[in-house]
C-alpha cells in the first residue's frame, strides 16, 4: 500500500494535492487505496466537497 | 467573535470593476463590525463546470472575523448581488496567514506569461540574426546557382561529346 505525504496544513485551495485524490470521473478515492490516514483522509473530503462546490475540481465528467 | 473565510466568485464580464466591489464588499462588512485580516484577489480563473453559462470566474478570497448572527445579514445582502455568482463562508479556527495556493497559481501564470513576454524579443533577435544570414546566404546562392548551372553545362556539354 503506497503512502501518500500530505502537508501538514492544506485546504480547499490546494488544487493540485485535492486532484490527486480523486478519480479521473471526480470521484473521492477511498483511503483503504490511497494508504492516507483516517484523519487525512476526513480532510480531504471535506475539502474536495468545498472545492467542488467553488468550482475549482469537477463534480464528475459529465458536465456539459 | 468567530474566525471565517469568504470565497466570492465574480461575474467575469464584471472583473474590470472587482476594486470597486471589494471597496463594497468591505464597507458592507465593516459596517456589520467584521474586521478584514487578509484579502486576496485572485483575477480570473477557468471553472471546472460552468455556472450560470459563465465558464470563468474572478476569485476574491477574504479572512474575516465578526459576529455569527450579522454574518446572515451580509449574506442576505449577497443573495441578490448579480455580479457574484458563487460565494462561500467557512468558519475557521485560524486564520493560516499565508498565501492561498490560488493566488500563487495565478501569479505563477502572470509570470509565466511575462517570461514569454520577455523571452519574444529574445528570440527576434537571434531572427534577426537569421535574416542575416539570410541575406549571406541570398549572397551566396547566386553564385552557387550559377556553379551549379555552370556544372549542368558540362554535364550537357559531356553528355554532347
Keep these: 500500500m503506497s503512502k501518500y505525504e500530505l502537508p501538514k496544513n492544506f485546504n480547499y485551495t490546494d488544487v493540485n494535492i485535492l486532484k490527486q485524490f480523486i478519480t479521473e470521473t471526480g470521484k473521492i478515492i477511498p483511503a483503504r487505496v490511497t494508504g492516507v490516514t483516517a484523519s487525512n ?10 472545492a467542488r462546490f467553488l468550482a475549482l475540481i469537477p463534480y464528475t465528467d459529465m458536465h456539459k | 467573535m468567530k474566525k471565517y473565510e469568504a470565497v466570492i466568485i465574480l461575474n467575469p ?8 466591489f471589494i471597496k463594497d464588499f468591505k464597507k ?17 480563473r477557468q471553472l471546472s463546470y460552468s455556472i450560470n453559462n459563465h465558464n470563468k470566474g474572478h476569485y476574491l478570497l477574504f479572512n474575516i472575523e465578526g459576529d455569527p448572527s450579522k454574518l446572515i445579514e451580509i449574506e442576505n445582502k449577497i443573495k441578490y448581488d448579480e455580479s457574484i455568482i458563487r460565494h462561500l463562508f467557512v468558519s475557521v479556527k ?19 506569461a511575462e517570461d514569454v513576454v520577455e523571452k519574444e524579443p ?5 531572427k534577426e540574426d537569421k535574416k542575416e544570414n539570410l541575406d ?26
Excluded at chain 2, 35 to 44: A, C, N, T
Excluded at chain 2, 103 to 108: H, T
Excluded at chain 2, 122 to 126: E, G, N, R, S, T
Excluded at chain 2, 142 to 148: L, N, Q, Y
Design chain 2, 13 to 20: 464580464n464584471l472583473s474590470s470593476k472587482a476594486d470597486d
Design chain 2, 122 to 126: 529574445k528570440v527576434k533577435q537571434p
Design chain 1, 41 to 50: 483522509q476526513r480532510k480531504l473530503t471535506k475539502y474536495i466537497k468545498i
Design chain 2, 94 to 112: 485560524n486564520h493560516s496567514g499565508e498565501d492561498s495556493q490560488l493566488l500563487l497559481d495565478s501569479k505563477n501564470k502572470k509570470n509565466e
Design chain 2, 28 to 44: 458592507l462588512l465593516e459596517a456589520n463590525t467584521f474586521k478584514i485580516s487578509k484579502q486576496e484577489d485572485v483575477g480570473r
Design chain 2, 136 to 161: 549571406n546566404n541570398k549572397d551566396v546562392k547566386p553564385e552557387d546557382s550559377e556553379s551549379k548551372e555552370d556544372d549542368k553545362i558540362e554535364e550537357k556539354e559531356d553528355k554532347d561529346e
